[in-house]
């Protein structure tokens, strides 16, 4: 039990919370390369910021993650329009593995298993000649430790600014009511407001996003900068940090603080299909893993 809230809460986003910490771990593909920023310029366009969904194309994309401790994740992302509307829907599931169950007298007794379920639709549209995209995403999280469950309502609204000179974005993330949770101290969401911006090079084919996350119930605050860079029109790289990395900071080797909180992938394009590989590479010496696979139709 140890060694799996240790890794726990070394993959997540934030800290402090018991019961809904998978909330915030990243089960899309490209997150893991882009160090969980790219709200605005994620290639394939995951509508992390709700109001980016307006200007995804149909598809249908497929992720899975490996975790250090043999936790995995995987996410099914669906989007389309009806009429001048755009709807989407995620599915993600976090699971933590099968563990061996102890009494306090360390007697061993009957194995069991720790998952997260999130369940979110999201809805967007456009005004002032699409200079302006919001959207809403709502969704169920469901998170399950041996026979202890609990349960949370997420509401999360963005809204985009699109310019000549760059691309604007807001957020708040994971807004909810807990409905259960795990013991009796009673927790809060871990809510975040997000503010993006990003901006395409003209003197090179790189798209650079800087973004900033405070949490609200709390005083964790952290940055990020990523950045796509367009080999031709079906090669990309893109890669990432935050300032995560100063918490990561071990007494280890140079180059091994050097390359820890840094994010990278790779994304290869055979008309409909996209395939990307990413990775990450945390402080601690953990280093996860990701392939995600988009269907356009």
């Given at each position: 039990m140890k060694i799996l809230f240790y890794y726990f809460f070394s993959i997540s986003i934030c800290f402090g919370q018991l019961s809904f910490n998978g909330i915030n771990t990243w089960t899309q593909s490209s997150e893991i390369s882009l160090a969980g920023g790219g709200f605005?310029?994620?290639?394939?366009n995951n509508f992390k910021n709700p109001g980016t969904l307006k200007n995804s194309k149909r598809k249908i994309r497929f992720s899975s993650i490996n975790y250090p401790a043999d936790i995995t994740a995987q996410s099914l992302i669906a989007n389309g329009d009806y009429k001048e509307h755009t709807f989407g829907i995620r599915v993600s599931r976090i699971n933590y593995g099968v563990f061996e169950g102890r009494t306090i007298d360390n007697e061993v007794t009957?194995?069991?298993?720790?998952?997260?379920?999130?369940?979110?639709?999201?809805?967007?549209?456009?005004?002032l000649s699409k200079r302006i995209n919001w959207g809403v995403t709502g969704g169920v999280f469901l998170s399950r430790l041996e026979k202890s469950k609990a349960r949370t309502i997420m509401l999360s609204p963005g809204i985009t600014f699109n310019t000549k000179i760059f691309t604007l974005g807001m957020m708040l993330k994971n807004f909810g009511k807990v409905t259960s949770q795990y013991g009796s101290v009673k927790e809060k969401m871990p809510?975040?407001?997000i503010g993006s911006i990003?901006?395409?090079?003209?003197?090179?084919?790189?798209?650079?996003e800087f973004d900033h996350s405070y949490l609200i119930n709390g005083s964790h605050a952290y940055s990020v900068l990523s950045g796509i860079y367009k080999f031709d029109s079906n090669l990309f790289i893109k890669a990432g940090t935050s300032t995560n990395r100063f918490d990561q900071t071990i007494n280890s080797s140079f180059g091994q603080n050097i390359f820890s909180d840094l994010g990278i992938g790779l994304v290869y394009k055979i008309e409909d299909i996209i395939v990307d590989i990413n990775s990450y590479s945390y402080g601690t010496g953990g280093l996860v893993f990701a392939i995600g696979i988009s269907v356009y139709y």
């Open positions: 605005l310029i994620d290639y394939e009957e194995s069991y298993s720790a998952g997260d379920i999130n369940f979110e639709i999201a809805y967007a549209n456009s005004t809510s975040y407001l990003s901006h395409k090079l003209s003197i090179i084919p790189l798209t650079i």
